[in-house]
């Protein structure tokens, strides 16, 4: 059983700030696109046959599911106290997540239920969809909605396609796919002939239900999701590369593996053919209070994921020579994109380049009884302003106003 007492002696000593390790995520049949930082002889540090490293994971309890070559920790975040030994957070959160996230998201949540992530591939990956709860839990698992925002600081670069196919054509039927799963075998399937390539937009983001098809393009984008590993890839074939059968029935019962119906099925039919798909899923920064009176006051908060209840995000940038208190309602944790400066004491920084296995002073994780006492944050710079991301679970009370019935 995991100590408890480790817990609330890491709490203490960082005054509920706790410092996590960088997870990075290999991905097979994926071209890393070069852009989080990573030493480029580290790209492929968990070996070549595993694919390159094009994933970094956020305050993550989710192992992730990359196969049998899958490491016993892979896409687990490690807290690094200031004294003792490192440990998960998962560990943590089993054992005193009520320290960690507040005794009433334990009762109501049972555990932190949150994915964050930045993606950064050099070119598209194929048109997949992640499973509804109906579909992933016969398999074990949650199903997965996810949201996209394009953080500009680590998108000076847009690499080979920025644009992300969404959903499929108003007025497309299952048989077209259903032909489209007939022809894997034969190359290219045609599955994007069906659907609409949207550019993507860096300050800006998606929301995507489960069952969206979808092709993420090559911008890096900051992703919070639920915390399930599920998918299905639809299109067999992407710049050349085949994608195998196996990566569209990972998730699916053996005996529905070669159900065309089963497998179709699993779409949200209406919201992939919604005529008014950008109009419904692209998400726009909202800000958090009226801007001249953040900026009077140091800084600028923006929501920029928001909508539902499974997740939501902010982007805070502090100007420079500022000091301000921020308060939340709920746990979080954050990633600096840029800048500098301390957060209720810790010291933080943007690292310009990481050796795998490095600490970094860029990532943390905030408890719920600090993030209503409020978090002192220091900029120092005369010049740049401190950015940073900030991700939430389920339930947080403050992007409810923000809640859309999807």
């Known amino acids: 059983m995991f100590d408890r007492a480790k817990v609330q002696e890491a709490v203490n000593a960082g005054s509920g700030v706790l410092r996590l390790e960088p997870t990075w995520v290999p991905r097979s049949f994926m071209i890393p696109g070069r852009r ?160 609409r390539a949207y550019r993507l937009e860096p300050g800006s983001g998606w929301q995507i239900d489960p069952g969206i098809l979808h092709a993420p393009g090559s911008l890096v984008t900051y992703e919070p999701q639920v915390n399930s590993d599920v998918f299905a890839m639809f299109q067999s074939e992407v710049e050349g590369r085949i994608v195998p059968w196996d990566l569209l029935v990972k998730d699916v019962l053996p005996e529905y593996h070669h159900d065309l119906d089963y497998l179709i099925s699993m779409l949200d039919w209406e919201a992939n053919v919604n005529p008014e798909f950008g109009a419904t899923n692209k998400r726009h920064p909202v800000p958090v209070s009226p801007v001249a009176e953040m900026e009077e006051a140091g800084y600028r908060e923006m929501w920029v994921t928001y909508g539902g209840g499974y997740y939501s995000a902010k982007e805070l940038t502090v100007l420079p020579r500022r000091t301000v208190t921020i308060k939340d309602a709920a746990a979080y944790g954050l990633i600096v994109t840029q800048g500098y400066g ?51 679970g389920p339930g947080n009370p403050d992007a409810e106003p923000l809640r859309r019935d999807l």
């Not at 644009?163 to 022809?183: A, S």
């Not at 010291?347 to 795998?356: D, L, Y």
């Not at 943390?364 to 991700?391: C, M, R, W, Y």
Request: aromatic share 12%.
């Open 36 to 195: 989080l930082k990573l030493h480029p002889d580290d790209l492929y540090a968990f070996g070549g046959h595993r694919g390159g490293i094009n994933e970094r994971w956020f305050s993550s309890t989710t192992k992730a599911s990359n196969g049998p070559a899958t490491t016993p920790d892979e896409g687990l975040s490690y807290v690094h106290p200031a004294a003792g030994t490192r440990f998960l957070l998962k560990d943590a959160v089993e054992a005193a997540g009520d320290l960690l996230l507040g005794a009433d998201v334990m009762e109501r949540e049972g555990g932190w239920n949150l994915l964050c992530k930045f993606f950064d591939n050099m070119g598209p990956i194929p048109h997949h969809m992640h499973q509804s709860d109906e579909f992933a839990s016969k398999v074990g698992f949650k199903g997965k909605p996810e949201a996209y925002y394009f953080p500009p600081q680590y998108n000076q670069l847009f690499n080979n396609f920025p644009h992300t196919y969404m959903g499929l054509e108003p007025g497309t039927t299952k048989d077209d796919i259903r032909r489209c799963l007939e022809r894997w075998n034969q190359g290219d399937n045609g599955i994007t002939f069906h659907a």
């Open 342 to 392: 301390t957060l209720g004491g810790t010291p933080f920084s943007t690292p310009s380049m990481i050796r795998f296995g490095q600490l970094t002073e860029d990532e943390l994780f905030i408890t719920a009884a600090a993030a209503q006492e409020g978090v002192k944050i220091t900029n120092p710079s005369t010049t740049d302003p401190v950015v940073i991301l900030k991700h939430f």
